[in-house]
């Protein structure tokens, strides 16, 4: 069974403030997919960042910054600095075998001025 | 801007109604995936189609169909509507049916029902 699981259920920072969100995901297979994805307040779903399961490069795209460790099964998600923009909900998912996108619960992330 | 519309945006109908969601993937893309976000159940998988034949079904209930057209927009349908069936529906389109493809969601319908 597949499963992803971001523990942190709300988070609230100061603008300019790093931080970091949580996922950790379950698995039986051995080639697999992970995704970021920005659900901002209004509503649509935006592609973040795909990673595969062969490649533990740490990613940098601005701001943003991935950090996949195969042995913790872990993919983290940190902003630097962040902006009141990077309000929203965050959803971590794993497609593996399947069709669908396994997704986390999600971590609603609040920058306050 | 993904490149997936879905129409409507927002629909507000009776419990016992049916509605008809509809969606148009990205240009080059043949592949057309729902979703259901509600604020018990999370993000949903519900099905998929390629090029024009189901793939794979999820949470889906009986009641709700699905059918991907020739010019590969897909509608969704929702009948006898129930009031735990109000929710963010979301259409997700991609090249293919391979796990590297990355999703790309349309804006979503929001549903509710009264």
């Known amino acids: 069974a597949q499963k992803v699981t971001q523990a942190q259920t709300e988070i609230s920072v100061v603008e300019k403030e790093d931080v970091t969100l949580d996922c950790v995901y379950e698995t039986r297979d051995t080639t697999y997919y992970l995704f970021w994805y920005k659900q901002p307040p209004s509503g649509e779903l935006v592609f973040l960042i795909r990673?595969?399961?062969?490649?533990?490069q740490n990613e940098i795209s601005g701001r943003y910054s991935w950090n996949f460790q195969k042995s913790t099964s872990s993919f983290n998600f940190t902003i630097t600095a962040s902006q009141v923009v990077d309000s929203a909900v965050y959803f971590c998912a794993l497609r593996n075998s399947g069709y669908a996108l396994n997704f986390g619960k999600g971590t609603s992330l609040l920058v306050t001025p | 801007d993904s490149g997936v519309t879905q129409t409507p945006k927002h629909l507000i109908t009776a419990t016992g109604q049916r509605v008809t969601l509809r969606c148009s993937p990205r240009s080059g893309d043949l592949s057309v995936y729902w979703y259901q976000q509600s604020l018990d159940q999370g993000l949903q998988f519900l099905i998929q189609?390629?090029?024009?034949?189901?793939?794979a079904k999820g949470n889906i209930l009986e009641r709700f169909s699905a059918q991907q057209f020739p010019d590969l927009h897909s509608e969704l349908n929702l009948s006898s509507l129930e009031l735990g069936d109000s929710a963010l529906y979301f259409c997700a389109s991609s090249l293919g049916t391979s796990i590297r493809e990355t999703q790309y969601f349309g804006p979503g319908t929001r549903l509710l029902v009264l």
């Open positions: 189609y390629y090029n024009g034949e189901e793939r």
């Open positions: 990673r595969n399961s062969f490649d533990e």
